[in-house]
């Protein structure tokens, strides 16, 4: 069973920056897709970065200019980095990847356990 692990959440006054990470538990057959999402108490999860096999990004509006996304393919990792961050950025950040974990299954997309992020004022 393929899992996805992240790290790197925590407490940062505004304006400060984090860098999270997600990575896959174990060796697989290939990753498409890589993202992270967010989901604040009270409110649904919401996308803030995707980047395809390619490198092709796409953003919240919201994290434009702030946020930046980046994977490590060899290492079934991707990244997110986060500068200027504000008290709104505070959350629960979740990775996800459509990925195939071996032949015997089909591609899928997988979540990570969830990170927090509080960013004071």
């Known amino acids: 069973q393929v899992q996805l692990v992240g790290s790197g959440g925590g407490l940062v006054q505004s304006g400060g920056s984090l860098r999270l990470s997600c990575a896959a538990s174990?060796?697989?057959?290939?990753?498409?897709?890589m993202g992270w999402y967010r989901q604040a108490p009270g409110k649904q999860r919401d996308l803030v970065a995707t980047?395809?096999?390619?490198?092709?990004?796409n953003y919240a509006d919201s994290v434009k200019g702030r946020f930046t996304i980046s994977r490590d393919t060899a290492k079934k990792t991707v990244y997110l980095q986060m500068n200027s961050l504000k008290p709104e950025d505070t959350a629960v950040y979740y990775c996800?990847?459509?990925?195939?974990?071996?032949?015997?299954?089909?591609?899928?997309?997988?979540w990570g356990q969830g990170t927090q992020v509080t960013v004071s004022s």
């Open positions: 980047i395809t096999s390619a490198g092709s990004t």
């Open positions: 174990r060796s697989i057959l290939s990753i498409d897709s």
């Open positions: 996800n990847a459509y990925l195939r974990a071996d032949w015997s299954t089909r591609p899928n997309v997988y």
